[in-house]
Each structure stands twice: as C-alpha cells, then as structure tokens.
Nanobody, 128 residues
C-alpha cells in the first residue's frame, strides 16, 4: 500500500526553525514530484513548496521564499522541508503529497488534484 507519513511538526516561537519529514512506503519517490501543502484553520489548502523528480529546481510560494527549503533523499525514500524564521502565519497542518502532471511533468502547487498520494498531516504552531 502506498503511503506517506509526515513527522517533525510541533510548537515553536516566531523566528524558530523546524524540519518536517515525509517518508514514503509502497512506492518510490524517485518517480514523483513531491510537494508540501498546508491548511490553516478556516483557510483553503495552500501549496507551499515542491521539489521535482530531478531535484533540479525547487519552487516555493512567495511568502516562504528565503525561509523554506525542500530536499529529497531518494535512497531513504524521504523528503524534508526545512523551515526557518517561522512566523505565526505559518501555523497550519502541513501535508506532503506525491504526484505528476498529466504529461508526466511537475504538477503545480495550485493543482492538488494532480497529486495521487497524500500524507495525514503534521501540525505546526508558531507563537508570536
């Protein structure tokens, strides 16, 4: 059974850092782009960061550029989201997702429908 499991969430003060992990089983992440999404209470799901299959160019939404970085370790079948200088507005449940676009390329952060595998989420809470 294909599965993604996130870990590493928690409570942190503004300006702090966290590293989220996304461990895959039942499939190999090498065949997929891996993205991180988040959802704050009462808000829509938001794509945050994505790393393509070839890891050549990660992409992020503007609000996290310079603060978040995403890495993949194909040997460990795991993707990591390094979050620095966290802000209260980063508070959300963070999900990782694996997917490919219709033509086999990198799906968009605004296209959650293009992701076939999702984790259960991990809570990140940033206090001011």
């Amino acid at each position: 059974e294909a599965q993604l499991v996130e870990s590493g969430g928690g409570f942190v003060q503004a300006g702090g850092s966290l590293i989220l992990s996304c461990a895959a089983s039942g499939f190999t992440i090498r065949d997929y782009a891996i993205a991180w999404f988040r959802q704050a209470p009462g808000q829509d799901l938001e794509g945050v960061s994505i790393i393509p299959k070839d890891s050549k160019r990660a992409d992020h939404i503007n609000s996290v550029v310079g603060r978040f970085a995403v890495f993949r370790d194909n040997a460990k079948n795991t993707v990591f989201l390094h979050m620095n200088d966290l802000k209260p507005e980063d508070t959300a449940v963070y999900y990782c997702a694996a997917g490919n676009s219709v033509f086999g390329g990198t799906p968009g952060l605004n296209r959650p429908d293009e992701y076939s595998h999702w984790g259960q989420g991990t809570q990140v809470t940033v206090s001011s």
